[in-house]
């Protein structure tokens, strides 16, 4: 299967600086980016109109102003490959995002995949806090961290029980949990987990 962002990828210049990915050794022998090689793979597809809008440690996220999605490009990540899993298995639940064409990734180097995913927004502190119990008692500023805490728990579980259930199966998984800012978007108002895993 290929992506269409990808047609004929092999002779694309972009496909050929993802190829490079392959072998790219972060300082402590993983498999993470090499940040200048990740670079030439975000060169060559600003030239297809697709511009990074995000990054972390295994993946780079790329939009496209036409497009109603991102093209998630990723190395190995056992994380983000369980939490794939989970979506699968809660598609009907509003937190988890919607994956576009099958919804898995495709290969396209044995390291290296991409996805596509619906287009979201970035999560708000205002949003954060509507997760929150009235009587919720936080210092300086809302967080990710303080919704899934013990004291909000109760709160969640009888207001928002499909975030509630979604939690509880990503805190089962075996990956190590990372859920934060950073990987938790909006769907208008609906918080979306997109990454929770590591």
């Known amino acids: 299967m290929k992506l269409k962002e990808l047609t004929g990828y092999k002779n694309l210049p972009a496909y050929k600086a993802i190829t490079d990915l392959d072998t790219a050794k972060g300082d402590d022998g993983d498999t993470t980016y090499n940040s200048d090689k990740m670079k030439t793979v975000e060169d060559k597809l600003a030239e297809l109109n697709w511009h990074s809008v995000g ?7 790329f939009a496209n ?15 983000y490959e369980s939490y794939i899993n989970i979506i699968h298995k809660n598609k009907g639940n509003p937190h988890v995002p919607v994956l576009y064409g099958k919804g898995m990734p495709v290969k396209i180097t044995p390291k290296v ?9 970035p999560i708000t502190e205002k949003a954060i806090a509507s997760y929150l119990a009235p009587d919720y008692e936080y210092n300086f500023s809302a967080t990710i961290e303080d919704i ?4 909000n728990e109760e709160y969640l579980m009888t207001n928002f029980p499909d975030l509630y259930k979604l939690e509880k199966q ?6 190590n949990w990372d859920m934060h800012e950073g990987n938790v978007m909006l769907r208008g108002n609906v918080m979306v987990i997109i990454d929770p895993l590591a």
């Open 55 to 61: 990054s972390g440690m295994y993946a780079t996220v």
């Open 65 to 79: 102003p036409t497009k109603p999605y991102v093209l998630k490009i990723f190395q190995e990540d056992y994380g």
């Open 113 to 121: 995949s991409a996805i596509r995913m619906e287009k979201l927004q």
């Open 148 to 151: 899934f805490s013990e004291e």
């Open 170 to 175: 990503i805190a089962r998984s075996n990956a």
